[in-house]
């Protein structure tokens, strides 16, 4: 823990960071002897032509992302009243023998009703006997 670091005295950094004596008086020679004196015009390329395929393919795309909006919205959107007044019109029409055979099933609806009503009148008169007898029979 207690280690002694040789730290360079002040003068031995300050060689560190210094400049060899004359490195900034030939520096320009030096950097324009690496430039060559004249440099070739580069020919410029053409830029390639735009198909018109390329140039008309973002405005296909966006018709394309409206019609499937527009189908999307259509599939999805509750029906208007025209459209309901053709489904009613249709299931309106009806042939006398289903109004007899709806009428037919209510009736027997009914009768089993009827039966259920008698069967529950006796369940609660039984039940009625059976409280009064628990009442006398307490007192």
């Not at 509750?78 to 009736?107: I, L, M």
Request: aromatic residues 12%; without cysteine.
């Amino acid at each position: 823990m207690n280690k002694q670091t040789n730290l360079p005295t002040p003068a031995e950094s300050r060689g560190h960071y210094s400049v060899p004596e004359g490195y900034f008086d030939s520096l320009e020679e030096r950097i324009m002897a690496k430039i060559p004196e004249e440099t070739p015009e580069e020919e410029v390329a053409e830029a390639p032509r735009v198909s018109l395929w390329m140039r008309l393919r973002p405005i296909a795309y966006m018709a394309a992302m409206f019609v499937a909006m527009n189908l999307i919205f259509r599939a999805f959107a509750p029906k208007t009243a025209e459209d309901k007044s053709v489904a009613t019109a249709q299931t309106e029409v009806s042939s006398e023998d289903e109004y007899a055979n709806y009428y037919a099933d209510y009736g027997e609806r009914m009768t089993a009703v009827a039966g259920y009503d008698s069967y529950y009148n006796a369940l609660l008169s039984d039940l009625g006997t059976m409280t009064n007898t628990s009442f006398t029979t307490t007192r």
